[in-house]
């Protein structure tokens, strides 16, 4: 199961992710009259989700067909030759179509040009049972807050669908903001390369860097997402599962906007990008200073250890952050104050645990927060009001989903409504009150 090692502390592991492959291009092809919009969405949902609960052609038969009567030799060479002119005629427009501007990798499914972002026209018969998947999502205009509204509501009303998920603590919240987080926290403002635009975590090496491990989960789950609304790009899918996750479990509305483009391997980012739990406080200003963030925004961001725990498969640490994994609170701020916390006897890695119940941990970098003067005093200020952390950590977090991506890429997103501007997306309960 996943480890979630979040803003504070990404966390090494030994084991190496799986990695997702993009899908291949499907060409469909269809008149307007056998286009049918697909159903929206039919499940009932639960009433509100934030609790505190806590991927040959056969060979011929032997002698094969008889040789060619005379004067049929030359025919048949020239159908022969005229089959192949046609077949790499559409070969070359298929892998070289100037729509595409890249040779036929990367493409999802209805024709959707990943690498750039444009918008698939995927064909569907809602009515076939798909291998008893939910059909492809069919979009003949360009995207509208309300068909990304409808990618968010396929995410949430997943986020508990497996009781049994991470030792029974039952939801995917927690490695959601994870996958968010390392997918945008590469970022390096120096060379202005990594960052959220690209998902190159579909790709090795980057999907087997120690610090990504169990984050196949992560993808796995939003894969099949992805199979269900095959025109969004996996960039714009995996940030916006972020603030699904983060809504969804109690926390601020976090901005989002759509425009992120994915990318090839060879645009993978380097490892050691990410931050490793047992360093102190020079090492987090090294990480976060070179993606664009200060002390606050550093602090802020950390809030998120209030989120999911650590797993000894993965990180070598163990354990969560809160008593309360699943909801997204200014605990773990407050925690960090209110408990004794003493090094961990144990043949594992330094960390800390809670004197009182030995059943919550802190890293080195967690503890970073309180002894360094210029972290203490955001770290109390957010302890202290729950509001102001909100209000802080959802600039920040949009701003992390944001790293990397040119503005233009916003301003030129396929969306009918005015370009760039940032949304806000309901959460389940809230559609449910009306």
């Given amino acids: 199961m996943a480890a979630v090692s979040s803003f504070g502390?990404?966390?090494?592991?030994?084991?190496?992710?799986?990695?997702?492959?993009?899908?291949?291009?499907?060409?469909?092809?269809?008149?307007?009259?056998?286009?049918?919009?697909?159903?929206?969405?039919?499940n009932t949902r639960t009433q509100s989700r934030v609790s505190i609960r806590t991927y040959a052609a056969d060979s011929p038969t032997p002698g094969g067909s008889p040789p060619p009567t005379p004067g049929q030799s030359t025919a048949t060479t020239k159908v022969l030759f005229a089959s192949v002119a046609v077949v790499i005629a559409a070969g070359t427009f298929f892998f070289l179509s100037p729509s595409k501007n890249v040779l036929g990798v990367g493409y999802g499914e209805g024709e959707s040009n990943k690498l750039h972002g444009t918008k698939a026209r995927v064909t569907a018969d809602a009515n076939s049972s798909n291998g008893g998947k939910k059909a492809p999502r069919v979009l003949s205009a360009p995207a509208t807050q309300k068909d990304y509204q409808e990618v968010y509501n396929a995410i949430a009303d997943k986020l508990e669908s497996d009781p049994s998920y991470d030792n029974g603590q039952g939801h995917?919240?927690?490695?959601?903001?994870?996958?968010?987080?390392?997918?945008?926290?590469?970022?390096?403002?120096?060379?202005?390369?990594?960052?959220?635009?690209?998902?190159?975590?579909?790709?090795?090496?980057?999907?087997?860097?120690?610090?990504?491990?169990?984050?196949?989960?992560?993808?796995?789950?939003?894969?099949?997402?992805?199979?269900?609304?095959?025109?969004?790009?996996?960039?714009?899918?995996?940030?916006?599962?972020?603030?699904?996750?983060?809504?969804?479990?109690?926390?601020?509305?976090?901005?989002?906007?759509?425009?992120?483009?994915?990318?090839?391997?060879?645009?993978?980012t380097p490892d050691g990008r990410l931050p490793d739990g047992d360093k102190g406080p020079d090492h987090i200003r090294f990480i976060f200073n070179r993606m664009g963030f200060n002390d606050q925004e550093i602090v802020a961001l950390s809030g998120a250890h209030a989120l999911g725990r650590c797993h000894t498969d993965r990180s070598?640490?163990?354990?969560?952050?809160?008593?309360?994994?699943?909801?997204?609170?200014?605990?773990?701020?407050?925690?960090?104050?209110?408990?004794?916390?003493?090094?961990?006897?144990?043949?594992?890695?330094?960390?800390?645990?809670?004197?009182?119940?030995?059943?919550?941990?802190m890293l080195t970098t967690d503890m970073a927060l309180v002894q360094d003067k210029k972290f203490r005093k955001y770290a109390e200020l957010y302890a202290?009001?729950?509001?102001?952390?909100?209000?802080?950590?959802?600039?920040?977090?949009?701003?992390?989903?944001?790293?990397?991506?040119?503005?233009?890429?916003?301003?030129?997103?396929?969306?009918?409504?005015?370009?760039?501007r940032k949304w806000s997306f309901k959460t389940l309960a809230a559609q449910e009150e009306k």
């Fill in 316 to 361: 070598g640490f163990d354990g969560p952050w809160t008593f309360s994994p699943t909801s997204f609170t200014n605990a773990y701020f407050q925690l960090l104050f209110d408990s004794k916390w003493n090094l961990r006897k144990w043949e594992g890695p330094i960390q800390y645990q809670d004197k009182e119940t030995s059943s919550l941990m």
């Fill in 172 to 268: 995917f919240g927690p490695v959601l903001v994870r996958l968010a987080w390392h997918a945008s926290g590469t970022y390096d403002k120096n060379t202005k390369s990594g960052g959220s635009n690209g998902a190159t975590m579909r790709f090795a090496p980057e999907s087997d860097h120690g610090a990504n491990a169990g984050l196949m989960v992560a993808r796995k789950y939003m894969e099949e997402i992805h199979e269900e609304f095959p025109w969004i790009t996996y960039s714009d899918l995996w940030t916006l599962g972020g603030v699904v996750a983060v809504q969804e479990m109690g926390g601020p509305v976090v901005p989002w906007r759509p425009g992120r483009q994915d990318a090839l391997a060879e645009n993978c």
């Fill in 384 to 420: 202290k009001s729950e509001d102001k952390f909100f209000e802080d950590f959802s600039a920040a977090f949009n701003k992390l989903l944001e790293l990397g991506v040119p503005e233009e890429n916003f301003k030129k997103a396929e969306v009918s409504e005015e370009k760039g």
């Fill in 9 to 42: 502390a990404s966390l090494r592991a030994a084991g190496a992710g799986a990695r997702i492959a993009p899908l291949t291009t499907s060409s469909t092809t269809s008149s307007s009259s056998s286009t049918l919009s697909a159903a929206r969405r039919l």
